[in-house]
């Protein structure tokens, strides 16, 4: 079992920044490939940024590229996702996700486990 715990979500305003945690316990962090996806309301969760388990390989959904970065610290059990230039419509709940893999993984259905989420509300 791995146990996630988001933090770091709240209420900005259009360009501003926020940067989520997500805090890992129970297995060992460096063999799942982690990543960070959000569900507005009345939408399915979808990819934001993803990393693979040694943090050399990375994936961004199209609408994040350039303003969003993931990293991870296995040391720590964290991964970060550092937001910049928010959106409205990056509005959403944000939720951690982890999957016992090497790979990047994109697809929500894929993840193994996810944490309870955090609310990012973008006002214009």
């Known amino acids: 079992q791995v146990q996630l715990v988001e933090s770091g979500g709240g209420l900005v305003q259009a360009g501003g920044s926020l940067r989520l945690s997500c805090a890992a316990s129970?297995?060992?962090?460096?063999?799942?490939?982690m990543g960070w996806f959000r569900q507005a309301p009345g939408k399915e969760r979808a990819v934001v940024a993803t990393?693979?388990?040694?943090?050399?390989?990375?994936y961004y959904a199209d609408s994040v590229k350039g303003r969003f970065t993931i990293s991870r610290d296995n040391g720590e059990r964290t991964v970060h996702l550092q937001m910049n230039s928010l959106r409205p419509e990056d509005t959403a709940v944000y939720y951690c996700?982890?999957?016992?893999?090497?790979?990047?993984?994109?697809?929500?259905?894929?993840?193994?486990?996810w944490g309870k989420g955090t609310l990012v509300t973008v006002s214009s």
């Open positions: 129970g297995r060992t962090f460096s063999n799942y490939a």
């Open positions: 990393i693979n388990w040694s943090g050399d390989s990375t």
């Open positions: 996700g982890a999957r016992y893999t090497s790979a990047v993984v994109t697809d929500p259905a894929a993840m193994n486990y």
